[in-house]
């Protein structure tokens, strides 16, 4: 997956189709920087209608007009994502892409208010929009870095849900054994399930202090898990960082990276992407 937008092929039919699509897509014409500086600061003035909208002294005094700007972004963006899908070459390539899933959650809350109360504040996802700031200050290598970033994460996948599978059953193996020690004495741990809860907060170092142990031997088994939190947190940032680093060596060595997922193969000589399939250009 790249957050760079894939949709770089210019679509066939009509002058007009191809012009709108420059100017959408595209950051090399006047129109299209105009056009891209007129929709990052609708998405700002957008989210801030939307967070403004969420206090409730301004929402009792304005809520009729924060209501009708919101519905008037949502109305512009909507035509935007459709003219986008229209003028794309491969509108279900963009509609798949990093950009085009944003654009699409930044429309589909307030749609969705109207069967779910409440659901239009999901609309500050239109915020992830501004990162195509990048595009139009001609900021590509940041996007490189952030796909670099990226890929190590799609890379460490598989490693970290193992991970998290075996934190989750440590967790539920010390709180149940939590819960026996301290369910006599404490009403807090009045459940295995909140046990658990506890043990989620512990072992992650974030300590709310809403439950806490008052026997000695949940104390020593707090402290023992306090201890161990510290370790726990470093594997992931450690499975993240070899990644990273195999990412670099791979880019040193000058290794071409797919152009759809930018996922960079080990092999030199592959033709095609092992993560995605699709054919890698060589110089």
């Known amino acids: 997956m790249s957050i760079e937008?894939?949709?770089?092929?210019?679509?066939?039919?009509?002058?007009?189709?191809?012009?709108?699509?420059?100017?959408?897509?595209?950051?090399?014409?006047?129109?299209?920087?105009?056009?891209?500086?007129v929709l990052l600061w609708s998405i700002v003035a957008s989210v801030i209608v939307v967070m403004l909208d969420s206090v409730e002294s301004l929402r009792a005094q304005w809520h009729?007009?924060?209501?009708?700007?919101?519905?008037?972004?949502?109305?512009?963006?909507?035509?935007?994502?459709?003219l986008r899908l229209w003028c794309s070459?491969?509108?279900?390539?963009?509609a798949k892409s990093f950009f085009g899933l944003v654009d699409l959650m930044s429309v589909a809350p307030n749609y969705l208010s109207l069967v779910l109360g409440g659901s239009h504040y999901l609309a500050?996802?239109?915020?992830?929009?501004?990162?195509?700031v990048?595009?139009?200050?001609?900021?590509?290598?940041?996007?490189?870095?952030a796909n670099l970033l990226l890929n190590a994460l799609i890379a460490s996948r598989r490693k970290i849900f193992v991970f998290m599978t075996s934190v989750l059953a440590l967790v539920c193996v010390e709180g149940t054994l939590m819960y026996v020690l301290e369910q006599a004495d404490n009403p807090r741990f009045a459940s295995i399930p909140a046990a658990v809860y506890w043990?989620?907060?512990?072992?992650?170092?974030?300590?709310?202090?809403?439950?806490?142990?008052?026997?000695?031997?949940?104390?020593?088994?707090?402290?023992?898990?306090?201890?161990?939190g510290f370790a726990i947190l470093a594997v992931p940032t450690g499975i993240v960082t070899a990644e990273?680093?195999?990412e670099v060596a791979l880019r040193k060595q000058g290794l071409p990276s797919c152009g759809e997922c930018g996922y960079t193969p080990t092999d030199a000589a592959a033709v095609y992407c092992s993560r995605c399939g699709t054919s890698i250009p060589h110089a």
């Open 5 to 37: 937008s894939p949709d770089q092929v210019e679509p066939e039919g009509s002058a007009f189709r191809r012009r709108v699509w420059r100017i959408v897509f595209k950051s090399d014409t006047r129109a299209g920087r105009l056009f891209d500086l």
């Open 89 to 94: 070459a491969r509108p279900w390539v963009y």
């Open 124 to 132: 500050a996802v239109r915020i992830l929009r501004l990162m195509r």
């Open 244 to 246: 990273i680093g195999r």
């Open 134 to 145: 990048f595009r139009i200050l001609k900021m590509a290598h940041h996007v490189g870095e």
């Open 64 to 82: 009729s007009w924060f209501l009708l700007l919101e519905w008037t972004f949502t109305g512009l963006f909507t035509l935007e994502y459709i």
């Open 199 to 228: 043990a989620v907060v512990t072992v992650t170092t974030v300590g709310y202090g809403d439950v806490v142990p008052v026997t000695v031997a949940g104390k020593v088994l707090a402290s023992f898990m306090m201890m161990t």
